[in-house]
Each structure stands twice: as C-alpha cells, then as structure tokens.
C-alpha cells in the first residue's frame, strides 16, 4: 500500500515552455502533498506544500507564478513549471501524507532536463 | 535544509561489516525524524523513524539513534549487502503532520565486496 506514483519520468523541453509534472496516490487519499526539488549530487528541499482544495504554501525563494501548483482531488497534485529555463532542469520528487499522519511516501521523481 | 553545492560525504564500508551513518538537525524544536534511502534516479525510501521521545529504535537490521543534546541522529545498518549501496538521508519533521520535511545533507554509502 501507500504507493505514490509520477508522471512523467523524465522531460526534456525547449526553454521558455512550460511542463507539467502530475503526483498521484493510488491507494490512498492525500490531503496534502509535498513538492521538492534536488539537485545533482545535493539534498532534497522543500519546494511547497499543496492542499486539496487550497492554495499552495511556498517556501522562501520559491516563485509561486513560475511554480504552479493544483492540487484539485485527494488523490492528484499537479506541478507546473512556466517558461522553464536551463536553471530549472532539476530532479522534482513529489510526496504525499495520508490525512491525520506524518508519513509521507514519496513518488519516484522526474528529470527535468530544460535545453 | 542544509547548505547547498558541496559533494556528498561517502562511507565505503566492506560487505558484511556494519555501517554507521551520522546526521546532525537543525531546528531543537522537531520532533519527528526519519531516515531514507535514496538509490540513483529514483525517490527517497523510508527506511526508519523515531520520535524525540525516544533515544533508540530499532528495526530489521537497522537501528536509529537520536541525541537530543547534541542534536544528532545516527543509522546504524547491520551486515551490510551490497544492496544497501545508495545515498542515506536523514530528515525532520516539526510535527503535526502539516509541513514538509527538512532533509539533511546525505551520505552515499558503498559497499565494498
């Protein structure tokens, strides 16, 4: 149980379009789910917090109009990166909470590769 | 988070040996904390959890320990497999179950045959 899934694995996109990555519980509901980014060989860091139903929380630094975040049912959130630049290609984890629990699960990540 | 653009520290350690992994957290007041594997290209895998109400827990060959004090946290994996070959993170929780986590730096452990 507790299965996250991502879509898609991995992207590669001219600079200046726009990707959507989709994060998806298969067996649970998730109120909340998370987006992180990583870099090579680097942590993984808290991009935002999405809520069904909400608006997403950002982290400092983090622009909420180049990142955007739906999170419109308890089983899917959507990450939308705008205009994406070569700056951006990254590694993008998504995680999800089961409502009422601190466990997150987390999904197995998309490469972003923006040329 | 922890600080950015420095490669992650390794641990070679021979097959079979055990392996100890540290972690140091930032922020006193977390009281949850998690280690993860991470294996290449993919998302983090929980391996173990422990609670700052506790100082040790342990699990299927492996055990976390937590120092409040010194605000360290440290994984301890028993005979290890080549298997167990992947980069460690620890990572903590403030609580309640509403934020997301705050991963610490990572250390790629390898083991050797």
């Known amino acids: 149980g507790a299965v996250v899934s991502q879509h898609p694995s991995r992207v590669i996109c001219k600079s200046g379009t726009s990707v959507k990555i989709e994060c998806r519980s298969l067996d649970f509901q998730a109120t909340t789910m998370f987006w992180y980014r990583q870099f090579p060989k680097q942590s993984l860091m808290l991009m935002a917090t999405?809520?069904?139903?909400?608006?997403?929380?950002?982290e400092q630094g983090v622009e909420k109009d180049k990142f955007l975040i739906n999170h419109a049912s308890l089983t899917l959130s959507t990450l939308t990166v705008t205009s994406a630049h070569p700056e951006d290609s990254s590694f993008y984890i998504c995680s999800a909470a089961v409502t009422g629990s601190e466990t997150q699960y987390f999904g197995p990540g998309t490469r972003l590769l923006v040329l | 988070g922890e600080s950015v653009g420095l490669h992650l520290p390794t641990l070679s350690v021979q097959e079979g040996d055990n392996s100890i992994i540290n972690c140091a957290y930032s922020n006193s007041a977390s009281d949850y904390f998690i280690w993860y594997k991470q294996e290449s290209g993919k998302g983090p895998q929980f391996i173990i959890d422990?609670?700052?109400?506790?100082d040790k827990r342990q699990g299927q060959r492996v055990t976390v320990l937590l120092n409040k004090t010194v605000k360290h946290l440290s994984l301890q994996i028993a005979a290890t497999q080549p298997g167990d070959s992947a980069v460690y993170f620890c990572?903590?929780?403030?609580?309640?179950?509403?934020?997301?986590?705050?991963f610490g730096k990572g250390t790629h452990l390898i083991i050797q045959p």
């Open positions: 422990i609670r700052s109400n506790m």
């Open positions: 999405s809520n069904e139903g909400s608006k997403a929380t950002y």
């Open positions: 990572a903590e929780l403030l609580g309640g179950g509403a934020d997301g986590l705050t």
